[in-house]
């Protein structure tokens, strides 16, 4: 069963920066696109970014030239670097896996940005 765990969320003040990790286990083939999306209360799930197990890379229009998206594929791993953070990226943040055309989802972590 493939599990999900992101951590690195938090409270900053607007402006800084915060990096977010999402670690895949029990993975036995490769992983395909990794990826964070965000979600208000109330609101739906948008996407923030994808990776793709190449390296290709998809962006929010609302966050890009502020975060960035990596991996590390030993590691099962991918990575949001968020800098410049705004009082409106403030949201619950899902990483989530594509294996074999399913997806996953991590349980979230809470990003908050004060102003």
């Known amino acids: 069963q493939v599990q999900l765990v992101e951590s690195g969320g938090g409270l900053v003040q607007a402006g800084e920066s915060l990096t977010l990790s999402c670690a895949a286990s029990g993975v036995a083939f490769r992983i395909n696109a990794m990826g964070w999306y965000r979600q208000g209360l109330g609101k739906e799930r948008d996407l923030v970014a994808l990776i793709s197990s190449s390296g290709s890379t998809t962006y929010a229009d609302s966050v890009k030239g502020r975060f960035t998206i990596s991996r590390d594929n030993g590691k099962a791993t991918v990575y949001l670097q968020m800098n410049s953070l705004k009082v409106e990226d403030t949201d619950v943040y899902y990483c989530?896996?594509?294996?074999?055309?399913?997806?996953?989802w991590g349980k979230g972590t809470l990003v908050t940005v004060s102003s």
């Open positions: 989530t896996a594509v294996v074999f055309g399913s997806n996953y």
